[in-house]
């Protein structure tokens, strides 16, 4: 009986701590977790886990209020050299949906290799960046792009 009390208290307190948090923390913590993927996606299966992520992340923004153009989503590619494709591959708000289809494409015509996703979420209330990725195989070259993507977004937030 005591352990379940104690469980329960536990709970709660992380749940106080949450609420104490910037809008943009509430938002941004829970679009980190879950469990990575155990095989590597085949091209219809990442872009339409890219596409209905992005629609959750993009959802979440605008629901606490703030503002879209503070968040960024996007499916990391690379292409046969092993170079990061071009950041324009970002999930637009409110178009994710029609946008996999065009992304699809472009991935296809280009032979590009999907690695992975990202995003990132400026906290105007704390001043800082908030970013996480999520590869779809945990390779070392894998978390090294993908982190890279995220220095590159890093660099660009801080020159605005």
């Given at each position: 009986?005591?352990?379940t ?28 977790a879950?469990?990575?993927?155990t ?6 299966e990442?872009?339409?886990?890219a ?7 993009h ?24 170079k990061?494709?071009p ?6 708000p409110?178009y ?6 065009e ?6 015509n280009n032979k ?12 105007r ?14 390779t070392?070259?894998?978390e ?17």
């Amino acid at each position: 009986m005591m352990v379940t009390a104690k469980i329960a208290s536990d709970g709660q307190k992380a749940m106080r701590k949450l609420m104490r948090q910037s809008a943009a923390k509430q938002v941004f913590w829970p679009m980190t977790a879950g469990r990575y993927h155990t095989k590597p996606p085949g091209l219809i299966e990442a872009v339409n886990y890219a596409s209905v992520a992005a629609t959750k992340f993009h959802n979440a923004v605008k629901d606490a209020g703030l503002r879209l153009a503070d968040g960024k989503y996007i499916l990391v590619c690379v292409n046969e050299s092993g170079k990061i494709t071009p950041s324009e591959l970002a999930f637009p708000p409110g178009y994710e949906e029609s946008y996999a289809l065009e992304l699809m494409k472009r991935i296809l015509n280009n032979k590009w290799s999907v690695i992975g996703v990202a995003f990132c979420l400026l906290d105007r209330e704390a001043g800082e960046l908030l970013s996480h990725y999520r590869p779809f195989e945990r390779t070392e070259r894998n978390e090294r792009l993908l982190s890279s993507v995220l220095d590159v977004w890093s660099a660009a937030i801080k020159r605005r």
